[in-house]
């Protein structure tokens, strides 16, 4: 039966566009044509085989696209019966366009999205066919792969984000929005059209940070929908484009903040990033933490001060170094911060931090409030100084730089419990401990330092170094637990 049916299979085809193409009176030839339809649908769904066979014979797509390029246009029948049976069969024919190009790709997505226009337009909305091939139409979106289709973004906008209408559809159906999703992600895995969407319309972009926004994306088991868009997000934040298209945002405004807040969960989720996206990452990233970094020492500075403005830039900027710290694993991530000699601003901004915001212990957790003079700035130093430590580690430039800017004192500075700071103490150790690793100067400076009395012993013994006189001299030595690690 199977090897019959695939034979007749474009006669059967061709007779289905003579009915949808030529105006007929005959109500039995839909009849006969969905029955006969319904069968190769029903088979293409289930066998691979049979759909290779079937379009082994180029007739078959031909025939398929012509449908699609001049169905619901004046060859609509105006009878009810008869045109409750047209769509029915033009369901069918997508039905069988989804399964198909699964196989092979014959057919582009504007073909699609134009014929979904002409649907949209000619079947009233409360027909009880329309949402259901609504449906097939979007699948069939969704089960075509990369695009090199020219304005497929134009097409996309115009076909569904200026129909308030089919978005509301699609926001109320899960049928529809996640394949709608899925055919997002297939459009923007063309850089071609990340660019389009980046540089000349954005309203793509726009729905896809809003959507992420009302959803829970800090959850591990995100649904369909919004783990489709994350990979969606994924391509357009490491394109090269990006950066310029964040600058457009003002950076004090909240709808940066909720952008920022987004590119923050994307960046730190994903462990596989390649060096292309992120060159293209960085960029934006370093590019804002060097003005938030600017932003922050003048307000910290200053006698006179917004509270709201520092708590928007402190957010900000605990964003920007938490994406620092978390790509701190690639290495790519230190050739870039090496390149632009980021070393220098973390420095300056971890000594005004230092020097404007209060250390919190239990003992005057309760008097910071009244202090003038001293902001909260929370978890800034901890991460600050975490980033310096993967700088630091194997680099003995950065190991010199680190005490010739008088970086070395100030991370030794916060080898202690500060409630500001989770971690912090922990963080410096490690990045004390590298800053004196394999480096006799470092060393030395530190243990004049302890000479004078400046740091705290108990700090230098957790780092795994105490002092000794030779000679006179004052040397900086390892203690013997940590010789035996």
């Not at 199977?2 to 007779?15: G, K, P, T, V």
């Not at 039995?28 to 029955?35: H, P, R, T």
């Not at 960046?267 to 600017?294: H, R």
């Not at 001060?305 to 978390?326: A, F, G, M, R, V």
Request: aromatic share 8%.
């Amino acid at each position: 039966m199977e090897a019959d049916l695939c034979n007749n299979s474009i006669d059967i085809i061709s007779r289905i566009r003579n009915v949808l193409l030529q105006e007929t009176l005959n109500i039995e030839d839909f009849q006969i044509s969905l029955d006969a339809l319904g069968k190769i649908v029903s088979l293409s769904s289930q066998s691979q085989e049979y759909r290779s066979k079937i379009l082994s014979n180029d007739n078959l797509p031909d025939i398929l696209i012509e449908i699609l390029n001049k169905s619901f246009e004046d060859n609509v029948p105006n009878e009810e019966l008869k045109f409750t049976l047209y769509v029915r069969l033009m369901r069918g024919v997508l039905l069988l366009t989804r399964n198909l190009v699964i196989t092979k790709q014959f057919i582009g997505f504007k073909t699609i999205l134009s014929n979904l226009r002409s649907f949209d337009s000619r079947v009233p909305h409360d027909d009880e066919f329309y949402l259901k091939t609504l449906v097939v139409y979007i699948q069939c979106l969704a089960n075509l792969g990369i695009t090199q289709d020219d304005d497929i973004v134009a097409e996309t906008i115009e076909t569904f984000f200026k129909n308030e209408n089919l978005m509301e559809w699609i926001a109320n159906n899960d049928q529809m929005k996640i394949p709608f999703a899925a055919f997002l992600k297939n459009t923007m895995q063309n850089s071609d059209n990340i660019y389009e969407v980046l540089t000349h319309n954005d309203t793509l972009l726009t729905y896809i940070i809003n959507e992420l926004d009302k959803a829970d994306i800090h959850n591990e088991e995100l649904d369909p929908y919004s783990s489709l868009l994350v990979l969606v997000f994924q391509k357009i934040i490491a394109h090269e484009t990006y950066s310029k298209w964040l600058k457009g945002i003002d950076c004090k405004s909240k709808e940066f903040l909720k952008v920022m807040k987004i590119n923050q969960i994307i960046v730190t989720s994903k462990e596989d990033w390649d060096n292309y996206q992120l060159t293209a990452m960085l960029a934006w990233i370093f590019d804002n933490f060097l003005v938030f970094s600017e932003l922050s020492k003048s307000v910290l500075l200053a006698q006179i001060y917004d509270p709201i403005e520092l708590k928007s830039i402190h957010l900000n900027l605990i964003i920007l170094l938490d994406c620092l710290s978390d790509l701190g694993k690639f290495k790519a991530t230190k050739q870039f911060l090496e390149h632009y000699n980021a070393i220098e601003e973390l420095i300056s901004l971890l000594r005004v931090v230092h020097e404007n915001v209060e250390r919190k212990t239990l003992k005057n957790k309760g008097k910071i409030e009244n202090l003038e003079g001293k902001k909260e700035f929370p978890q800034v130093k901890s991460l600050i100084i975490e980033v310096i430590a993967f700088l630091v580690h194997d680099s003995f430039e950065i190991q010199e730089k680190m005490r010739e800017l008088h970086g070395l004192e100030l991370v030794l500075s916060n080898c202690m419990i500060d409630d500001n700071d989770p971690f912090i103490k922990e963080r410096a150790i490690v990045c004390v401990k590298f800053l004196l690793a394999n480096n006799e100067k470092n060393q030395q400076f530190v243990a004049d330092l302890e000479a004078k009395q400046t740091i705290d012993d108990d700090a230098l013994r957790q780092v795994g170094y105490e002092v000794q006189i030779e000679d006179g001299n004052v040397k900086l030595r390892q203690t013997q637990d940590q010789k035996l690690q």
